[in-house]
């Protein structure tokens, strides 16, 4: 069947983009020293600037990838994200400055966008009853990437270094692309000049999608999401390191506190998925949103390391379900013509609130007790179903009402 085969595709090759994003991420300060930084300030913030770089050129391109996807195919774009990808991680192996870095970076998140070409091309191809489903599934992809790649390059840095390793899973990633060019397939799309010209304005998109009241409840949830979870990255160490009292014991437990995450969410991500295409998606965000929260509130009050470990896990099987599902309103809200455009529009909204919320995390975790960072984390996602929870609840007491009307006339 040509649409699990494209699946298998798309899975593999986000999977390898997540992979080599994160290779680096938790040893970005020891590269930056390896390439100059001269100090520990110094390192940091290269370090800093590195990780905001991509997320601030892809929220000004996606749009512009989606758009062209829509017109040109986006069996293209998955082919471009992954071309673009596999040059910016051999390039990193052959910079010699923390600022050629970061510029290899800026062109990443440009050139990049793995995870939106793939999310456009699957809502696109999926079957509709299995659109939740498939995006639950590319979801576990990303789930996978984040875990293994620290992994990897833990045991790998040590063995042959960082630009050895930039330089195979740039390999690697530029195979993927050779194998999504060959053997994606995708529906021949025939579009009117109408249709064409709607999908093709970027500005008028991210109108339309903040005009609808159901798609504006989403976006903003998703940013809220986004923020309280990439919030939560900055209080972690310091949050375990004074639980420990010990930097060895407290490196050991953060390794395992992120495994445990991320595989609650590689292995909780596809339930969601498919309980989207089974019942209301507000519904499955409602509850995620909320037991989500309750967690990251939970872990903020833990005492102990066994508590906060499991407080992790809950918090890894309901996040799972948070991105997936703004991202299946807004693929089931598009039309074949303009579905690039608008997931690319979403993306930089998602991204955006990545931004932000590493700038915010950081910053209270600068000034206040890092308890305080998860507790305000914890309310925010909470908080973020009030964006649309509003329209959620007229929207019942409308189809109530209709619906008792309908009775009454029956029974007259």
Known sequence: MAWKRNFYILWSGQYLAITGLTVLVPFLPFYMQELGASSLQSSQLWSGLALAAPAISSCITSPLWGKIGDRFGRKLMVVRALVGLSACLLLMAFVTTPIQFLLVRLFQGAFGGVVDASSAFA???????????????????????????????????????????????????????????????????????????????????????????????????????????????????????????????????????????????????????????????????????????????????????????????????????????????????????????RVGACNSVLVSGQVVGSIFGAWMTGFFHPHITFLVMGFLLIGSVCSFIKEWTFSHIRTYRVNKRKKGWDGF
């Open 123 to 341: 809502g696109s191809e999926a079957p509709e009853d299995e659109r939740g489903k498939a995006l639950g599934s590319l979801q576990s992809a990303v789930a996978a990437g984040s875990l293994s790649g620290p992994l990897l390059g833990g045991i790998f840095i040590d063995l042959i270094g960082f630009r050895a390793l930039f330089m195979i899973i740039g390999v690697l990633t530029g195979v993927g692309a050779m194998v999504a060019f060959v053997l994606l397939t995708e529906r021949n799309r025939m579009k009117s000049d109408d249709e064409k010209a709607i999908g093709d304005r970027v500005l008028p998109t991210f109108i339309s999608m903040l005009s609808h009241a159901r798609t504006r409840g989403f976006l903003i949830a998703g940013f809220g999401a986004n923020v309280a979870v990439y919030g939560l990255v900055t209080p972690l160490a310091p949050f375990v390191e004074q639980m420990t009292s010990s930097s060895s014991t407290a490196v050991k437990w953060i390794g395992l506190l992120q495994v445990a995450l991320w595989t609650a969410t590689l292995l909780s991500a596809p339930w969601w998925g498919k309980q989207n295409d089974r019942f209301k998606v507000e519904r499955n965000y409602m509850i995620a949103a909320v037991v989500c929260g309750l967690s990251v509130l939970l872990q903020g009050m833990a005492t102990n390391m066994p508590l906060l470990l499991t407080f992790r896990i809950l918090q890894g099987l309901t996040v799972s379900a948070l991105i997936q599902s703004v991202m299946y309103v807004i693929v089931q809200s598009s039309d074949d013509f303009n579905r690039g455009v």
